[in-house]
């Protein structure tokens, strides 16, 4: 996390409210509201800060440029047992990810696993947070989406894909569940905009400028520039990471019969949408599997903590540079937040304040 | 492809022939014998020349160990419906594996999709080859495995997990089928191998030394030197590579009651395995989900081509330099390869006849 500017601290539950109020202000049902508040606080208290309140405004604006239907009658198209398509109706990806995710348990508990293909959705938050449904029932949970284009495959100066993150949830017994929940590029946006402002010079990797080559001039970004795929060079792997976030956009976007490559809807209201759309909306996949008909939970729960315990005690470069698991860290700053408050930087407290203004509310 | 020294050229049924007499001489029914020198032969024919009859070798060296059982008596030890768990009775993974991609793609035809978790078995070759098994039945492929331990955790100096592949394979119309098939290091030890010979430098991230500092001396390989996870430095994100190995690494072993992290079995037989072993054996994870279930086959494999198109055609860096699709350049290999043969450079047909001597056959 880095704190720029001017900090204001708020409980979960009021930026949950806030949330809530403006999702209905927009049109969305109270329930609809709150679990897509839920979505978005959930990444506020976890420090995934890019995906919280923050992006309110991204999603009012999508609104506004009518391309979000806050009313989504989200519905089941075709199924197979343990498969199925959603067709999310123009929903908020925050909507209509945790509902395919709760039929894809529901078939895990029928059929042993549950899987959902989501076509015509938006944005849907963070990844984790649909992967983590599962936990309570002792299920893996997965989740993936992808996302606005803005990565080049290697030897290209196109943006054909977007951030593609992918995401699986363990339950465990006594040890915090593990979480792994990354983007296919090499770093976020954000991280980015961050050096900008601090100032600092960026490694190496992180981004490419217009014709595709390495830049680390982060002023590129606003001019054609471009992130990587994970492996950053073609040196050290691009094409990985690239071939990672092409299996995102398969499972999510042909797989559903949703958009895909670079006619990806972008989530800025701003950026127009393509002509000759080969599918419907944004796409997301999830799924859910029973650890019950691979192994006993309580056996798998407690070989989770002991992998847990195994990595953590690895052998360290150096004695005060602690080992984290995937997820670990997400839970230390949650635990924090929890007691501390949830910070909020200048520039959104002000994008949410024009909110309410926008609106006649009193959200903060 | 690299090739250094004196190259011979060979068939497909050549080698296939000689994977199928060293199996059948170390105890394999001809079934098995066949089965497996098949998934070798498709490593050599796709240019991946680590992992095929180069591997022989490392084969019979755990045979003789006595950690190999060649008359594997492979079954299902736990179901539920959609999901199972395989123990491969230590059998060869070549063997294994494919025999439970099947049953995954039995249940897939009976459920919409079908998972495997396996226990209790060896090195399975390829993660590409079980994936594309899929394929004839307009099912998407995936396949998992974990390995010996050569990558350290970031921040730790400790070997916890192997190259720890993942692989899918999507069905196409007209097109060469989409195959993703990535190990989750950085680089192949392979490849800091070819540079050592050729006395090339090698990128900084490739490798770490035994303190888990990043080295340009290929000569620490062999001093307790180790790979690195996809993203390389820490810098460029090497958190998420990591965090992808360690989610093989728990699909695989956890899952299965297979070992996992630092006690899973090496693949050469010099290495002793660790006392207190957690499971058995080395862990896989397949997979097949029928295309039907989400979306008309013929729909998807038309949208596959569809896509395939677009990044096949998205604006390159360079006029003269093709932009790839995963998995094209091994369906491009293969095409050349059935033509012209399969070259075997002179340390592995050295290696072949050392086994033809130490079995009393003639292989080459």
Redesign the interface.
């Known amino acids: 996390m880095h704190f720029c500017g001017f900090m204001q601290l708020f409980t979960k539950e009021k930026l949950r409210q806030i949330a809530i109020d403006v999702f209905c202000v927009m049109g969305s049902s109270t329930k609809d509201a709150a679990l897509a508040a839920d979505v978005l606080v959930n990444a506020d208290i976890r420090g995934i800060d890019s995906h919280g309140v923050s992006r309110l405004v991204g999603y009012v604006g999508l609104w506004e440029a009518g391309r979000i239907n806050m009313t989504p009658k989200v519905d089941i198209v ?8 959603i067709d999310g109706d123009g929903g908020l990806g925050l909507v209509v990810a945790p509902k395919a995710m709760r039929i894809a348990i529901e078939r895990a508990k ?4 549950g ?1 959902g ?1 989501i076509q015509n959705s938006n944005h849907f938050g963070i990844a984790g947070y649909h992967a983590m449904m599962a936990l309570p029932h002792d299920m ?1 949970g997965m989740a993936m989406t992808n996302a606005t284009p803005f990565i ?7 943006a ?1 894909l977007g951030t593609n993150p ?1 995401a ?1 949830a ?1 339950p465990t017994d006594k040890r915090r569940p ?1 979480v ?1 929940d ?2 296919t590029a ?2 976020a946006r954000g991280k980015i905009e961050i050096a900008k402002r601090e100032g600092k010079q960026i ?1 190496k ?2 981004m490419v400028d217009k ?3 390495t830049s680390q001039n982060v002023d590129e970004l606003k001019d054609g520039g471009m992130l990587t795929p ?4 073609e ?3 691009s ?6 976030g ?2 995102v ?3 999510t ?5 949703a958009n ?3 006619w990806v809807p972008p989530f800025v209201s701003f950026l127009p949408m393509l002509p000759n759309l ?2 419907k909306g944004l796409g997301h996949f999830v799924g859910a ?7 006993p939970a309580s ?2 729960k407690a ?2 903590d ?2 847990i315990e ?2 953590k005690s ?5 004695a005060d ?6 997820g670990e860290k997400e839970y230390l700053i949650e635990e924090e937040r929890s007691v501390n408050g949830i910070p909020l930087n200048d520039v959104v407290v002000k994008d949410l304040e024009g909110l309410g203004k926008k609106f006649g509310l009193s959200l903060l």
Not at 78 to 85: A, P
Not at 110 to 113: A, K, L, P, Q
């Open positions: 075709r199924e197979r047992k343990s498969t199925f398509t029928e059929y042993g696993s899987w293909a893996i080049p495959p290697t030897h290209s100066k196109q054909m992918i699986y363990f593990l792994v990354l983007a090499s770093v490694p990797g992180w014709h595709g080559n994970l492996g950053s060079l040196e050290l792997s094409h990985k990471g690239y071939a990672l092409s299996l956009d398969v499972m976007g042909v797989l559903s019969g895909y490559g670079k080969p599918g599997m029973e650890i019950e008909g691979f192994r056996e798998f070989s989770m002991h992998w195994s990595f690895a052998d360290r470069i150096k540079q602690e080992v984290f698991v995937p």
